[in-house]
């Protein structure tokens, strides 16, 4: 066969070829490798091989046409807002046509209520508006990226533990003679323990699991009181590939966060700079251009390897923050004491960081009397140009007590379900942030629609 005198076309239909026949019978090769078969090939003049760049045509699908809607759950959260000017403004808008926003960006889908990273998780955020939509990236055993929100998590937001694949998880589940389960505590389940084609005959399930349970039912049915099974139905997991092509169907923009590989690296030869490579390329081989994907870390190597490697795509690299990655050595991270900090906001522009996506908690702060306020943080930031997106609201269940890690700090100023939009709008208006992830999209979206923020 020579490869390298084929036209750009005869190579395009070559490379498909070789794709449908993997899917045809339900094995995959790696992306890398099936881009070697093509791109190294045999010149029949002298026998040598030639390197020939593929020129491979998009896989963008048509955009479908989406009825947007807030559902009920804005206008809830609005009502119960104590009487304010904002309150007011907000009431104002419940009659407004729901439309798309990149303010309103999809964490994970719409985790509130659906399965995380499935298909219907995914369609349900779109309906609600949100203009940006999220993959977190990890890798099966044979190199394929699939959409999970961390390596090893697939104990808890699939049903692999009530299948005969819950044999190749890392640490399986233990029944004794008398079929009681032992280990209900230590379960782990990995991607890289499968092949791709075992990631797509899982069933996604609402993420919990009970580390007490004595039986596999009992660990999986462990659903959070504030959340609900009721989509948890159809649990359609997707491969990265599949993700950008259900987004771009969608007319959405694409945000994929690299997550950290629990195992060691290098992993049967697949290293670190590998992943994050395959990564990018998974998105040029879509079709997909750089201006359109926002891709995250909390690893700032990441960010560097993209800087140094992909700059075009390294313009929207997202640095995720929290105080797990951004606590000086020795200290306890303070909002509002840049002592406390890893990297000052200049250090992190001067690196190359465009845009910063710090956990909520870390951009509001309190005068202690229940107004809420930037934090040192966030004006910093601001004041280095670096562009601020956050994450992740509605992440937490009812606040009435306070609403938990997400709004630390913050207690004195949340106490009801209401205030949700009371930190939407500092963020908005007074941080300045240019896009919220939310696991419930719809509200995000409502704010941004009624304030015009596209």
Known sequence: MTISKNSANERAQLYNAVLNRLR???????????????????????????????????????????????????????????????????????????????????????????????????????????????????????????????????HTTTNIVATPLANQCSVPPIIDANGTLTNAADIECRTSDISVRDFKSLTGKMDAANPKATSISAYMNATAPWRTDLYSQNGEVLTLKEH????????????????????????????????RQQLIDTYKVAGVPASDVYPQSFNLADIDYWINNEPNYATNAVYLIDDSNESAA????????????????????ARGVNIIAPATWLLVTSDGNGKLLPSAYALQAKANGLDILTWSLERSGPLKSGGGWYYGGLSDAINNDGDIMNVIDVLAQEVGVKGIFSDWPATVSYYANCKGLK
């Open 24 to 154: 045809r019978q339900g094995s995959t090769l790696p992306l890398a490798l099936i881009s070697t078969f093509l791109l190294i090939g045999c010149n029949e003049d002298d026998g040598s091989s030639a390197i020939v760049p593929p020129t491979l045509p998009p896989t963008i699908e048509p955009i479908q046409t989406l009825a947007y809607t807030y559902g009920v759950r804005p206008f809830y959260l609005v009502n119960d807002m104590d009487d304010s000017p904002l309150k007011d403004e907000l009431l104002a808008c419940k009659g407004q046509t729901p439309s798309k926003t990149d303010f309103s960006i999809a964490h994970r889908g719409a985790p509130l209520q659906f399965p995380e990273h499935t298909y219907d998780s995914y369609m349900a955020s779109a309906q609600m508006g949100a203009g940006i939509l999220e993959c977190d990236v990890a890798f099966t055993n044979d190199g394929e990226l699939v959409c999970r929100h961390a390596q090893n998590d697939l």
């Open 244 to 275: 950008i092509a259900l987004a771009s169907s969608l007319g959405m923009k694409h945000t994929p966060e690299l997550k950290e590989p629990v195992v060691t690296m290098p992993f049967n030869g697949y290293s670190l700079d590998t992943y």
């Open 330 to 349: 020795g200290k306890i991270f303070d909002k509002n004491d840049p002592t406390t900090w890893k990297h000052s906001l200049a250090e992190l522009k």
